[in-house]
C-alpha cells in the first residue's frame, strides 16, 4: 500500500518533470547564441528542485549543462556545440521517459531506473571475481573533486566493471597522479598503481546496477596472473567500422549509454600530433588496415597535460600495438579519447623517481621515459 509520503514525492517529481519541460522548451527557443548568465541561475534553480524531488540523473544532466554555459559565456575553446547539444538531446529524453512513467507509477520505486538514486545499491556477488585491469583515467570535475577511474574486464563473462578512488581538490589538489601510491581503498592494502598494473581476484565482490565495484572493508583481494593485450580481445577492433556498429547499438539506447563506448583499437598506422591551439586541443589520426581514421583527440587541460606529454614521446618512439579509450561519433569523424596505451613488450615508465618496466602505459597518470 502505497503511504502518503511516497504520495507527495510521486507529486513533486511530477510538478519537477513539468517545470524541467518548460525550461527545456525555453532554451530550445532562444538558441545558444542568447544564453545568458541568467540562464545558469535557471539551470542551477532547477538542478536544486530536481534534487528535491529525487530527480538525481535530471539533476546531474543540469549541473553538466549550467557547466557548460559557463564556459560558453567565457569563450572557453574546449566548449563543444555538439556536445551542449547532446546533453540537451538527452535530458530531453530522460524527461520525456520520466514524465511518461510517472503517469502509471504507484511509488518512487516504480520509476528509480530513470530517476537514479543518490547513493547506489550494491548487490553482493556469491562466487569470486577475477578481473583484469583495461585502463585507468585521471579526472578533476567541476563541483571540486579529483580521482581516478580504474576499468577492469571480468574474466569469466566478459562485463566490464569500474573502480573508482574520489578525493576534494581543496584537500588533495588538481592532479590525480598524487592518488596513485595511495590504497585504491581505506580498507584494502593494493595501491592504485598495483590495481592498474595486475589482475586480481576478488572475494566477496559488491556490485551496482551500474557496474561500479565496491572496495568495502571485506572484500578479499588476491593477486592474479595479468593477460597483457589478451584481455582487451572482447572490445578489440582493428576496422574502424566495427566502432560504427557499436555506436549505432547504443544509440538506440540514449539516456542510459549515451553517444560513446570503450574500445581497444588496433590500428595500423598513427598520423601525426597536432597541437591546435586555436581549438585547445591535440589530435593525432589512427589509421585502420583499410585507410579509415580515428582522430585521438585530448583537451589542452591541466590535467590533460601528462596525456599530451605522452602521446608527444610515443608519436616519437615505438608505437603501442593497441589504445584503450572512449569513442565518440561527431558530425562525419570519429573522435577517440585515450586512457592507456598497450605494447607487446614491456617499455618503461617512470613511477616515484624510478623506472618500472610494464606493458601498458595510462597516460593521464603516469610518464613513458624517453627512448
Known sequence: MITKAQRDKLGRMRQATDRLDRLLCQLGRQGLQRVTEASATELQAMAQLAHNAGLIKAERELESLRTAVGRYLARDPVFSTASWTSRLNRLWLLNRATRSALKTAEQPADV????????????????PLT?????????????????????????????????????PTDWFGEDPRRLMGMPMSDHQPFTIHELCHGGFEL???????????????????????NLGSRAYDDIAASEWVELVDRLATEARRPID????????????????????DKF?????????????????????????????????????????VGWFGRVTQRGSELVFAPMTAMWETQVAISWRRRVRHVQELHLSLETLEKR
Open 203 to 225: 572475494f566477496g565482490a559488491k556490485v551496482s546496477a551500474d557496474r561500479r565495484l565496491s572496495l568495502h572493508r571485506d572484500l578479499d583481494l588476491r593477486p592474479a596472473p
Open 257 to 276: 549509454r549515451g553517444t560513446s563506448v570503450l574500445a581497444f583499437l588496433r590500428p595500423s598506422a598513427m598520423g601525426e600530433l597536432v597541437i591546435d
Open 280 to 320: 585547445a586541443r591535440a589530435r593525432m589520426p589512427l589509421v585502420d588496415r583499410r585507410g579509415a581514421e580515428v582522430f585521438i583527440e585530448v583537451p589542452l587541460r591541466v590535467e590533460k597535460g601528462p596525456v599530451v606529454d605522452n602521446l608527444q614521446l610515443i608519436a616519437a618512439g615505438s608505437p603501442p
Open 131 to 167: 578481473v583484469q585491469p583495461l585502463g585507468a583515467e585521471g579526472w578533476v570535475s567541476d563541483s571540486g573533486f579529483m580521482g581516478i577511474t580504474v576499468y577492469l574486464r571480468a574474466l569469466k563473462h566478459g562485463e566490464l566493471f569500474s573502480a573508482t578512488n574520489a578525493r
Open 112 to 127: 528509480v531506473h530513470l530517476t537514479g538514486e543518490a547513493r547506489r545499491r550494491y548487490q553482493l556477488l556469491t562466487e
